[in-house]
């Protein structure tokens, strides 16, 4: 009698990798678990940055196994977050007006509120004629160059000059300016407007304007990582509006328009300010939010 043969060996089962998909997933719960705003939303940029892949690869490739390193590379991403270092710090890079920046520990993020300000000043620039005239624009405190390189995309035949303290930024908003073809930007080390003489068009500004006792209590994302001098506008967030009241009107050019950012509850004060240095202000533009959030102003007439 032939002896029975042995049983093959149980082969281990395999191990099933951790999918595109299934990283997307476990990311995005952990967010939600970790009190982010936007899980789904962050979990999907953070992992087609990790893998470099685009929205439409990210989607093709959804059920493919990561590697170890891949799996890696998300979670270093994902810690960061739940650190809540903001997404567009993490991938360096964030969308304005159409237009996509780099971003640094330099300069605040723009923001969405920000565009505001862009379509504030084109309407007022509509307002006293066309666009397609040759237009000087200021951007006082350009940061990363956001509202300026808005206003250049639109304003085809304009030419503008960004001011900032900070030479990083100046550098950040240099290369912006240069990866998006607008050579019609020049950067300038100075504070607000000090190295500046009119006349121009259209001057603008996002200046710091959180009170600097309000600080401390802000997100920890803006708290913990936007530069404290992009922020801090003194004691009653008013500093740099005072600033720019006192240079503007020198500045601006007959029919030149000035448009600013607000913080909330600023619309009254900032109006005032201004009025006080001779200038119009209009009624304030809301943000999508129904926050008073742009300022346009004109000199007025005498």
């Excluded at 020049?186 to 600080?215: E, K, M, T």
């Amino acid at each position: 009698m032939r002896p029975a043969a042995a049983a093959p060996a149980a082969k281990p089962h395999d191990v099933t990798a951790l999918t595109v998909d299934g990283a997307r997933r476990m990311w995005a719960a952990r967010f939600r678990a970790g009190g982010i705003d936007a899980p789904e939303l962050d979990a999907r940029i953070l992992v087609a940055h990790a893998l470099g892949l685009d929205h439409a690869a990210l989607a093709a490739a959804g059920m493919r196994g990561l590697s170890a390193e891949e799996e890696n590379a998300v979670a270093a991403l994902g810690h960061r977050r739940l650190a809540r270092e903001p997404v567009a710090r993490i991938v360096g890079r964030r969308e304005f007006w159409s237009l996509t920046l780099r971003v640094d520990a330099s300069t605040l993020v723009p923001r969405p509120e920000t565009e505001t300000v862009v379509e504030a000043a084109l309407a007022a620039v509509d307002a006293r004629g066309s666009r397609a005239g040759v237009l000087r624009i200021a951007d006082l405190g350009t940061g990363s160059g956001a509202i300026l390189l808005a206003l250049l995309r639109e304003l085809p035949n304009s030419f503008g000059v960004g001011t900032d303290i900070s030479s990083r930024a100046l550098a950040l908003a240099r290369d912006n300016a240069k990866r998006l073809g607008l050579t019609r930007a020049v950067f300038v080390a100075c504070d607000l407007a000090a190295a500046l003489r009119g006349p121009f068009d259209v001057i603008v500004a996002n200046p710091p304007y959180i009170a600097s006792g309000d600080i401390a209590g802000l997100a920890p994302e803006v708290r913990l990582f936007d530069s404290r001098p992009a922020l801090d506008g003194g004691p009653d967030g008013l500093d740099c509006y005072r600033a720019i009241a006192a240079t503007a009107p020198a500045l601006l050019a007959a029919d030149g328009v000035l448009a600013v950012e607000l913080g909330a509850g600023q619309a009254e004060s900032v109006a005032t300010l201004f009025a006080a240095a001779g200038l119009a202000p209009a009624t304030p533009k809301p943000d999508l939010n129904g926050v008073p959030r742009a300022l346009v102003a004109g000199k007025r007439a005498r």
